[in-house]
């Protein structure tokens, strides 16, 4: 079975909160859709649940949900905020779920009991919400979801008010118990740690649109445009023109000229095939930048020139020890900021303003020669 979105739309007003969404989601498995603040990903959500009047198709298999009022949809909702009942206790709050024809009261507190447990929250059952910790809210508002056995479970940002390392805990159990409940989950974050993490496919959302939808190291590996690339940490640029290499016979490479120098890149990294006339936007992430690949100037006289690298141009491009191909960067050190077990430069070169890495301090004002890895570098039409 598959949940499948087609077409979908909402307005509010002139103003299209989201447009034309074609996702398709296959049962037991988790969409994580990431996208900044204001893309639309909490709309998305309520347009699925039909929270909000949307046009298009909502599909299960062949039944049309979009059809359905909400409660009919067969859709579970972890809001932001958890939207726990304050007057109920954890217990009474996770058999609201359950409190239908279907179960008599007895039974749905089995229930309720059986999904605390489930959730790490045995002997949870008679506290207040008020008396729970952030963790323990989102727990017990998972729990509650999960209590109708639901076809479809919505998450809307279920650990942006949690603290990193409770966040990270949380993120991992909770991934556990939604593969063993085999429920199908659309979870939308503006967190790439959180998306990356745990999604089986991840969903790029920018401006009520969906830019790209594939597994995680795709995505991640090839973004499919400039736009979505500098989301996803390109963030250094700088302007190319396409030219032709001298007697080269391959098209494995795209060969470009910049104001850092001339060099080849594989031609997968443009994805749009290198199908731009003449120029284009080329882009990195800062670990694509690293002095740490030089092993100081020594190795920029030893390193072998790139001239054999697949027809590419011999300027300024040579191979590391491991067959990677380099490009040499000059620049001087205009910022420098510890994140994450590493500082973070942000140089000025020849083509201007770049970002790469370091292991180590570096002062303001120092001269570097870093090395790019060609390899990592896309190249987008402008």
């Not at 011999?314 to 000059?330: F, K, N």
């Amino acid at each position: 079975m598959t949940l499948r979105l087609r077409n979908l739309s909402l307005s509010y007003g002139d103003f299209a909160a989201i447009s034309g969404v074609d996702l398709e989601i296959k049962q037991g498995t988790t969409l994580a859709v990431l996208g900044a603040s204001g893309s639309g990903k909490s709309t998305l959500l309520r347009a699925v649940a039909g929270l909000e009047p949307s046009r298009g198709e909502i599909l299960w298999g062949d039944e049309a949900l979009h059809r359905l009022p909400t409660h009919r949809r067969g859709v579970g909702f972890v809001f932001q905020d958890h939207a726990l009942f304050p007057q109920r206790n954890v217990l009474e709050n996770v058999r609201f779920g359950l409190e239908t024809p279907r179960y008599n009261r007895t039974d749905a507190a089995k229930k309720a009991s059986a999904l605390l447990d489930r959730v790490g929250l045995a002997g949870f059952e008679e506290r207040q919400t008020h008396e729970l910790s952030g963790g323990e809210r989102q727990r017990v508002a998972l729990a509650r979801a999960l209590a109708p056995a639901p076809r479809v479970l919505l998450l809307d940002e279920p650990y942006g008010a949690l603290d990193r390392e409770l966040r990270e805990r949380l993120m991992l159990d909770v991934r556990e118990i939604l593969r063993e409940s085999g429920v199908t989950v659309i979870h939308v974050t503006h967190d790439h740690d959180e998306a990356f993490a745990l999604g089986d496919k991840v969903a790029i959302l920018n401006a009520g649109e969906i830019s790209q939808c594939a597994t995680p190291s795709e995505v991640w590996g090839h973004p499919c445009d400039l736009a979505t690339a500098r989301f996803l940490g390109h963030t250094s640029s700088l302007r190319a023109e396409k030219v032709r290499a001298e007697g080269s016979s391959s098209s494995s490479v795209l060969n470009l000229a910049t104001a850092l120098g001339d060099f080849a890149i594989p031609y997968e990294n443009a994805p749009t095939d290198g199908s731009f006339d003449t120029e284009c936007c080329v882009t990195w992430r800062p670990e694509s930048l690293r002095p740490e690949s030089l092993r100081a100037e020594s190795l920029r006289a030893e390193s072998l020139r790139a001239g054999s690298l697949n027809g590419s141009i011999e300027v300024g491009a040579s191979l590391d020890q491991r067959g990677r191909p380099l490009l040499w960067v000059d620049g001087t050190v205009v910022e420098s900021s510890f994140r994450h077990g590493h500082y973070l430069l942000s140089l000025e070169t020849a083509a201007g303003r770049v970002e790469g890495i370091s292991s180590e301090s570096v002062s303001r004002d120092q001269r570097l020669t870093l090395a790019l890895n060609l390899n990592e570098v896309r190249a987008y039409a402008l």
